[in-house]
């Protein structure tokens, strides 16, 4: 019988710019006892446990070694994370393609190839192949295996002291750690790299007046539908543009959201004063495949659409910075001031928990109305 008290973690190390598995363990004559029968078992100073050379033949070696004696946590040692068959297709010939200044490092082949078959959305390869190549281009270093924890704390407390925010930070340790534990096969090899503190920034968000002068200031049926759906439906920019003609729903006054973030699929509002610029828009432009299409038939670009709402927003007035998102932000808070439950605007807006829809509480203008100001 296992006793549970005895346990052994393992974790990846890199030692000699070797793989090897570290052994981790309080200590323990008889997990002692057992590691020294192990051929070529070794002790690190530097990382304060016991290693082997990383191979199949080692880990079947040592499940079979403390099987009825301790408890193996390989949590840290074996990769969870699977291949997502249900993404967006996503395209990275561009960052193949590209004309590179002289000596510029090139995020690996190897690395590109492994978020093709991870599928990951286009947003986050975006961010993790110009994150990665911003750090390797700072280490004079080709062989990034080479790279260790100091030099990687270095470089990221030079990020923070730059005034770069927290959230950017984490960008970058995530792209970093893609690398080491994705590509090179190596989960949780830099474990004890300290992420900063998420910052909980509140949703910036636009009046009802506000929204109408944009809409208002939108001439073009097409421009005039894609920022009438962000807001009306309350959608995410990558969930618009992969809106199909068939995901408009009449009959029921819904819009079918397919695979959005977290690959949930969803139903929300359609509004009717968008449906009918929706059926004036298929007239003039006859989409085949897409609900908005480039000129050559393809899927609408995120550029496009943040331009359109740049240009309305300009045009209406208004002077505060605008994205796509804080339609959807709005969207929320609005209906939040409209009385409308928080559990429904989660389900609309596709949230997991509830805890992420509650932000808009801290936004909406009703719960500062029941509040008497001191002063008045």
């Known amino acids: 019988m296992i006793q549970h008290h005895k346990s052994i973690t ?5 030692i000699n710019n070797e793989k090897q598995i570290g052994i ?7 997990i002692q006892a057992l590691l020294k029968e192990i051929s070529g078992i070794k002790w690190s100073k530097e990382f304060g446990m016991a290693y082997i050379p990383n191979n ?21 040692f074996f990769s969870k994370r699977i291949v997502n068959k249900q993404n967006e297709a996503i395209n990275v010939d ?11 490092k090139a995020c690996p082949e190897e690395y590109l190839l492994k978020l093709e078959l991870k599928r990951y959305a286009n947003n986050t390869v975006k961010t993790y192949v110009n994150c990665f190549e911003k750090f390797i281009n700072a280490h004079e270093e080709t062989d990034y295996m080479g790279i260790n924890e100091i030099q990687i704390r270095a470089y990221l407390q030079k990020l923070i002291q730059a005034g770069h925010s927290n959230s950017y930070v984490n960008q970058m340790i995530n792209s970093i750690k893609f690398y080491y534990e994705i590509v090179k096969g190596m989960p949780n090899r830099f474990y004890t790299i300290e992420r900063p503190i998420k910052e909980h920034t ?3 968000v636009l009046s009802k007046q506000e929204i109408k002068d944009i809409l208002d200031a939108t001439s073009n049926i097409k421009h005039k539908c894609i920022l009438g759906l962000l807001y009306s439906s309350g959608l995410r920019i990558g969930e618009l543009l992969n809106l199909k003609l068939e995901d408009i729903d009449s009959k029921r006054m819904l819009v079918n959201v397919k695979q959005g973030k977290g690959n949930r699929d969803r139903l929300t509002l359609l509004s009717e004063k968008i449906l009918v610029q929706l059926r004036e828009y298929y007239k003039m432009e006859k989409p085949k495949n897409w609900l908005f299409e480039s000129p050559d038939g393809k899927k609408y670009s995120s550029t496009s659409v943040q331009a ?24 929320a808070t609005h ?3 409209n009385g409308t439950d928080l559990r429904y605007i989660q389900n609309l807006l596709g949230h997991k928990s509830t805890r992420t829809t509650e932000v808009y509480t801290h936004v909406a203008t009703n ?4 509040i008497k100001n001191p002063l008045d």
């Open 335 to 337: 209906l939040l001031e």
């Open 10 to 14: 393992l974790k990846n190390l890199l």
């Open 94 to 104: 561009w960052f193949r393609k590209r004309k590179l200044k002289p000596g510029f």
């Open 56 to 76: 199949k033949k080692n880990i079947t070696l040592l499940f079979q070694k403390f099987k009825g004696v301790a408890w193996i946590n390989g949590n840290y």
């Open 308 to 331: 359109i709402l740049k240009k309305s927003a300009a045009i209406a007035g208004i002077k505060k910075r605008v994205h796509p998102h804080m339609l959807r932000h709005s969207f």
């Open 24 to 30: 981790q363990f309080h200590p323990d004559k008889v």
């Open 367 to 370: 719960t500062f109305k029941l």
């Open 202 to 204: 509140l949703p910036k």
